[in-house]
């Protein structure tokens, strides 16, 4: 099913979002409080976070749990960014592609996560999938449900959409195609976020000069906000905007 969060704000050490908070992502990856199915998300964990001066972020994915990785404990002690995207993998299909199917995935400035899953994966996207040219198929960094609505999003993204309209396109098509599909897709550039609710939490926490989108609190801060089911998220550092999806695509 899986759990991610993006963060844009003043520099933090990774860890500070990711693993110290009593309901941090690391704790979100075992015993989550808002998820109702396939609460084990130890298939697989990543991070990508920006660094001052470069628009293409760093990635760290592992195939394991995230709470067995020793390395990264020490990595989100030291590493501090103003931008992040984080996420723990529990898999449509177990084993599939390993490390490349953690997310985040990314390509150019944007890092992308979902949380959900759709059923009958692979054939029920095969709508979707057939307006994708060969080669950005060939180019899936993974054989994974998450991946080809990547890929989607990717596609409307180099197309010259915006962020939020790329997700919502997406979910769209995928939603008509598979109509019992958990879609909560996360997307980042590391100066905007873009998240969509569907078939799963998701929560906001904004304040001066920040802003969390997550699938669930990482802590009991009465300012969280919950996320209506069906909703397109799209949030800087200073504004966070709700607007309802459609269930037909764009």
């Known amino acids: 099913m899986c759990r991610h969060i993006?963060?844009?704000g003043d520099p933090?050490?990774?860890?500070?979002?990711?693993?110290?908070?009593?309901?941090a992502l690391l704790r979100q990856a075992w015993a989550p409080r808002t998820q109702s199915s396939g609460v084990v998300n130890a298939d697989g964990f990543g991070v990508g976070w920006y660094a001052d001066g470069d628009p293409v972020p760093a990635r760290y994915r592992r195939t394991g749990p995230i709470w067995g990785?020793?390395?990264?404990a020490d990595l989100a002690?030291?590493?501090?960014?103003?931008?992040?995207?984080?996420?723990?993998?529990?898999?449509?299909?177990?084993?599939?592609?390993?490390?490349?199917?953690?997310?985040?995935?990314?390509?150019?400035p944007w890092l992308f996560s979902h949380n959900g899953a759709v059923p009958d994966w692979p054939g029920a996207l095969e709508p979707p999938a057939?307006?994708?040219?060969?080669?950005?198929?060939?180019?899936?960094?993974?054989?994974?449900?998450?991946?080809?609505?990547?890929?989607l999003t990717l596609h409307r993204l180099r197309a010259?959409?915006?962020?939020?309209?790329?997700?919502?396109?997406?979910?769209?098509?995928?939603?008509?195609?598979?109509?019992e599909a958990r879609l909560n897709l996360l997307l980042t550039d590391g100066e905007q976020i873009a998240a969509t609710a569907w078939g799963n939490s998701l929560w906001?926490?904004?304040?001066?000069?920040?802003?969390?989108?997550?699938?669930?609190?990482y802590d009991d801060d009465p300012r969280w906000r919950e996320v209506p089911e069906h909703t397109l998220v799209t949030a800087t550092r200073t504004d966070v905007t709700l607007t309802p999806l459609k269930e037909s695509p764009a």
């Open 204 to 217: 906001c926490l904004s304040g001066p000069g920040r802003v969390v989108v997550a699938s669930e609190p």
């Open 69 to 72: 990785d020793l390395s990264f």
């Open 160 to 179: 010259g959409q915006g962020p939020g309209d790329a997700l919502a396109g997406t979910v769209a098509a995928a939603a008509e195609a598979a109509p």
């Open 6 to 8: 993006a963060y844009l």
């Open 12 to 23: 933090v050490a990774l860890g500070e979002l990711l693993v110290r908070p009593p309901h």
């Open 77 to 108: 002690r030291v590493v501090r960014s103003g931008a992040l995207l984080g996420a723990v993998r529990g898999a449509t299909l177990p084993g599939a592609d390993g490390e490349a199917a953690a997310a985040p995935f990314g390509s150019g």
């Open 130 to 151: 057939a307006a994708l040219p060969a080669a950005e198929l060939l180019a899936m960094e993974a054989r994974t449900d998450s991946a080809l609505l990547w890929a």
